[in-house]
């Protein structure tokens, strides 16, 4: 089966999520992307951690807006999953687009505009994405699907995905009315008619978070174009390595 394989969060399920150890461990293998999400610091910094704050993933409290970059900085990021990784760091998005700057994985990022609307973050990202020349290698995809409708006018050579939960009934019309070239759906939708008829139609359907063999075959099955996953070794396994 022919299948790309995103590192959901870099390779989440082994190592702690959004951190240098997972991309670096995601860099190591043949697959065609990674996945990080990115929010903006009190100090206008693009940095790339999940949640809204920082209390799940890291030693601190509080939400990310808040906290300065350098504060952020001390925070630890990697004990919490495990003692392995104590003293992992929550990255800047430039260290994560450094470190995969002269690989071939698509870089996959989300911009977490969907609670706090982090005024100038769209543009910080772009920004960083030209100034390292990834431009084609780059999805900017969000939950917040304003701010895909304004990077695509702002970047229009950038793929955007849009990102959903629901099972919409022409997500293709929905997706091209915002300017989004991708649908990024969670897996029920992928599954079900609305899923097959998309495809059918010729959309890029990329589906999240496929975890287990047997939600990948059904995901394989509907003729998705991509998984994300938190078990990139895994799936290669099932899928094989990209080309």
């Not at 697959?31 to 799940?56: F, N, Q, T």
């Not at 982090?118 to 020349?133: A, D, H, N, S, T």
């Not at 990948?216 to 094989?240: C, H, N, Q």
């Amino acid at each position: 089966m022919e299948m790309e394989i995103f590192a959901h969060r870099g390779a989440s399920g082994t190592h702690p999520e959004n951190t240098m150890a997972a991309f670096k461990k995601a860099v190591s293998l043949p697959i065609a992307g990674v996945e990080l999400d990115v929010h903006l610091s009190k100090d206008g910094v693009p940095v790339v951690i999940h949640d809204e704050a920082v209390d799940r993933t890291t030693d601190g409290a509080g939400f990310v807006k808040d906290l300065t970059f350098d504060e952020l900085k001390e925070l630890d990021a990697g004990s919490w999953f495990s003692e392995e990784f104590r003293g992992e760091r929550i990255p800047s998005l430039r260290e994560v687009l450094e470190l995969f700057d002269g690989t071939g994985h698509r870089l996959n990022i989300e911009l977490k505009s969907d609670i706090f609307p982090y005024p100038g973050m769209r543009e910080k990202v772009i920004g960083l994405v030209k100034e390292f020349g990834l431009g084609r290698r780059v999805i900017l995809s969000s939950f917040d699907h304003e701010t895909i409708r304004a990077a695509k006018q702002e970047a229009p050579d950038l793929e955007t995905g849009v990102l959903f939960m629901e099972i919409l009934s022409d997500a293709p019309a929905y997706a091209a009315s915002i300017g989004a070239d991708a649908l990024h759906s969670a897996i029920p939708f992928a599954v079900r008619g609305p899923g097959q008829r998309a495809v059918d139609s010729g959309s890029i359907l990329r589906v999240f978070t496929v975890n287990s063999r047997e939600h990948a075959e059904w995901v394989a099955a509907s003729g998705a174009r991509a998984i994300f996953t938190d078990y990139p070794e895994k799936m290669l396994e099932l899928f094989g390595g990209h080309k």
